[in-house]
């Protein structure tokens, strides 16, 4: 069963920092872009960066030049650096990767979320 493994969200002060880490599981013969969304209450899920298979990364305007998206392909895991957290990054955040678990098929997965809250 090929599953995505959140870890790395908690409770931090603004200005603070956090990693988050992901790591896909099970049988996979290929992955494609990496990246990680968020969704406050009462708010839609959104893109908050993005890595593709050879590195190359995409951030939302939001978080450029506090967050930081990296990935091992060898350990099949993507990373958030997240800098100078501010309250209004307070959300769940979601590991999304683009894999094949089927050699010819790409499909998206999701992992199960985890907290993230900047409060003092």
Partial sequence: QVQLVESGGGLVQPGG??????????????????GWYRQAPGNQRELVARITSGG??????????RFTISRDNAKNTV??????LKPEDTAVYY????MRTIPT???DYWGQGTQVTVSS
């Fill in 17 to 34: 920092s956090l990693r988050l880490s992901c790591a896909a599981s099970g049988i996979i013969f290929g992955i494609n872009h990496m």
């Fill in 56 to 65: 190359s990364p995409y951030y939302a305007d939001s978080v450029k030049g």
């Fill in 79 to 84: 990373y958030l650096q997240m800098n100078s």
């Fill in 95 to 98: 590991c999304n990767a683009e």
């Fill in 105 to 107: 098929i790409n499909s």
